[in-house]
């Protein structure tokens, strides 16, 4: 049976404590207060209410770390220690419409001795099927006590891809069409299901074989790119190197399907 730190601890009990209220939430949607942040971008009383308690409960833990959270944007803690990188309800839009796919992610990132920082663990729980994906630098990838590894597919022809589309405000669609245009043809299909964090959690479980987005926050990849590696698998930008979050592109499979994968993107970007 897999045991978790208890830091993992914390981190899945912080979740599950701002669940119940996004449950009650999600079956009343009609009802909540919501507000425009930006151009097709909501942000609603759930949001606020999640992150108010996944922050009470982490702060009371952990009171010297900092915060990277949605809402509330950074909140210096000692720099010396770790922080938390929270996004209270990922798939806002779903949530909003009544559509049953979103989730909670709560990442810890380090400070390293050469003045980096790595995401050392994460959680990212799905509260409609009360699903906890979790993962530990070192300690493999799990959802609740069953370990997880990426897809064994090796061949494009049999492969289901996850993506983000651009919207209004929001991302490059002419790059993206791109990016679609040369990967679409090559694999069994393509699925965009509107939460990340849950896009590379499936990625970690191998229900999607691969996916690839741009213009996202720290908040909405951390936990979900620790799950994929340490599922097995790989998380590179779109020309296979290791600048992610500078570029803000991200692409996520197993070995064999992010060489070809990568290739294909860095093609159409060309």
């Known amino acids: 049976m897999a045991s978790h730190s208890g830091l993992l601890t914390v981190m899945d009990r912080a979740a599950r404590k701002a669940a119940p209220r996004l449950r009650r939430d999600f079956n009343e949607v009609q ?58 309800l990922d798939g806002t839009t779903n949530f909003l419409h009544g559509i049953p796919h979103f989730s909670i992610s709560i990442a810890v990132e380090e400070p390293m001795v050469n003045g980096k920082r790595e995401i050392t663990s994460g959680v990212v729980y799905q509260p409609l099927t009360d699903e906890s994906f979790w993962a530990e630098k070192g300690r493999g990838a799990w959802v609740q006590e069953q370990r997880l590894r990426v897809s064994a597919r090796r061949d494009l022809s049999e492969s289901v891809i996850a993506t983000g589309i651009p919207f209004l405000g929001h991302g490059d669609f002419a790059q993206w069409s791109r990016i679609f245009g ?72 197993n070995d064999a399907l992010q060489s070809r994968l990568h290739k294909l993107i860095a093609g159409a970007l060309r």
């Open 182 to 253: 040369a990967v679409a043809p090559e694999v069994a299909g393509i699925r965009r299901l509107g939460s990340a964090a849950l896009d590379l959690a499936w990625v970690a479980a191998g229900r999607f074989d691969g996916f690839w987005e741009s213009s996202l926050k720290p908040w909405d990849v951390a936990a979900g790119m620790l799950l994929v590696k340490e599922a097995g698998g790989f998380v590179t930008d779109f020309r296979g190197g290791d600048k992610m979050m500078e570029r803000n592109e991200f692409l996520a499979a």
């Open 31 to 88: 009802h909540l207060q919501v507000s425009r942040k930006g151009p097709a971008d909501f942000v609603s009383m759930a949001d606020q209410r999640a992150e108010q308690t996944i922050y009470e409960e982490l702060s009371k833990a952990r009171p010297d770390w900092g915060f990277l959270m949605e809402e509330r944007g950074e909140i210096a803690g000692d720099p010396s220690k770790p922080r938390f990188i929270v996004d209270p």
